[in-house]
């Protein structure tokens, strides 16, 4: 960044093991300029370190939702304003010794750090350190630390265009219907559109499809991110990676041009780690996407038509669709939703991370919500691989893997029990998680 003179548009964050000032003034000196405490405030507020804060047992009070050890807890916030007083005061008195005014002139002044005892310490025997300490040949004058802002050409952005003509439904609740060209240079489209529908209708939103915004190209990165209730975006081309990042109640449908020369089955429509984070929503892809597809989705419904590896890593929620290959470690770290995956060649069973999930056969409801899903992406993306299913469903219908988190199937039985049983769901919920 110094040597191509970008250092200044950018704040470099350092954190871990930060406890006293010398630390701070330590990482600033390397070029830091923000620093992130965790544990030592943590431990000020009265944390132990059981470290078993996943278990809701914290003998403390600070890790749990359990009211009685909460009576435990006895930290202040007086406690972690007095700890970086005398981090402060630390700093000040460190500066003071090296000949700087401000942390701002001490941050990436790495001469000044006296290197030898850490270097020649048998610890860093066969370690080259060269590189964290080295100073680039840049002149005097050139800035170290942030110092102006980064123009993020957002008044060039094509929300701005889509805010201008969904004007009535945003002002009034009225549909509208947009159709614009799109080029990979347009990033997070969508996403400016769903802040300003989310400050008049706050999370609820709109009714599915009040706007819908029809698309013709390639999306840049982020298509559709967090796109809330209520916004439609239909796309005949193709998108990049990250389409719905944390959709959030909001529709996308991506699927090739209709003057495409090549089979949609067989090529790629989206890039990697489409709807990371997603909450609610939906997305029909009609294509092959990239890798980490649907990693912690929480909530949305997606159809896709082939994934590359770790599909639907660390899932919480949700269901999944896919009709087509998959690639390695699908289902790592998947602890909730649930996944249908087509497996004609029935060899999916070799790429699944078999740690936290099962493979199961689909019941009756299961199949039922298959189908009109299915439909539903037929519908939406003329898919051929859909329509070849739906077409002979008594045959193809055997065909699926239902991918199950073995926890999670624990507690939708629980609440199912304590729903019959007229008990509260929710305590049946917190004590199956437990495992009890």
Not at 199 to 221: C, H, M, N, W
Not at 276 to 304: P, Q
């Amino acid at each position: 960044m110094l040597l191509n003179n970008l250092r200044d548009r950018i704040v470099v964050q350092v954190d871990g093991q930060l406890k006293t000032g010398r630390d701070v003034v330590i990482a600033a000196l390397l070029g830091a300029e923000e620093f992130g405490f965790a544990t030592a405030p943590l431990v000020v507020s009265g944390c132990v370190m059981m470290r078993v804060c996943h278990l809701d047992t914290c003998p403390v009070g600070v890790a749990t939702q359990n009211p009685e050890l909460r009576k435990r807890f006895t930290g202040k916030p007086e406690f972690v304003v007095n700890f970086f007083e005398f981090i402060a005061t630390e700093v000040r008195e460190l500066l003071a010794e090296l000949g700087f005014r401000s942390l701002d002139e001490a941050i990436g002044q790495v001469e000044v750090l006296d290197t030898k005892a850490a270097v020649g310490h048998w610890k860093a025997h066969g370690l080259d350190l060269t590189p964290i300490l080295h100073m680039p040949d840049v002149p005097a004058d050139a800035p170290k630390r942030s110092m102006t802002t980064q123009d993020h050409g957002l008044e060039a952005a094509l929300d701005n265009e889509l805010i201008r003509q969904a004007a009535p439904a945003l002002e009034r609740g009225e549909k509208v219907e947009i159709a614009s060209p799109i080029h990979n240079v347009n990033r997070t489209v969508g996403t400016m559109l769903g802040a300003e529908l989310t400050r008049k209708y706050g999370g609820q939103g709109l009714p599915d499809d009040t706007i819908t915004v029809r698309f013709e190209g390639s999306a840049g990165q982020s298509f559709g991110a967090f796109l809330p209730r209520g916004i439609t975006l239909r796309l005949e081309g193709d998108a990049n990676d990250y389409t719905g990042k944390g959709l959030s109640g909001g529709r996308i449908v991506v699927r090739p041009s209709k003057v495409a020369p090549f089979v949609a089955e067989e090529n790629i429509i989206a890039g990697n780690v489409v709807l990371y984070g997603a909450t609610a929503g939906e997305v029909f892809l009609r294509g092959v996407v990239g890798e980490r597809f649907c990693v912690r989705n929480s909530g949305a419904t997606a159809v896709v038509e082939g994934v590359g590896d770790h599909g639907c890593e660390y899932m919480t929620g949700g269901r999944v669709v896919v009709i087509g290959g998959t690639g390695r470690n699908f289902g790592a770290g998947m602890s909730g939703g649930i996944a249908y995956v087509l497996d004609q060649e029935g060899t999916f069973a070799l790429r699944v991370n078999h740690e936290m999930v099962d493979l199961e056969v689909l019941d009756h409801s299961d199949l039922e919500w298959l189908k009109t899903t299915l439909e539903k992406h037929q519908r939406e993306t003329d898919s051929a691989v859909a329509k070849r299913l739906l077409a002979d469903w008594e045959t193809s219908s055997k065909q699926f893997k239902k991918v199950m988190p073995r926890d999670y199937k624990r507690v939708l039985a629980a609440e199912a029990q304590a729903l019959a049983e007229g008990k509260d769901p929710i305590e049946a919920v917190m004590m199956a998680a437990k495992g009890k």
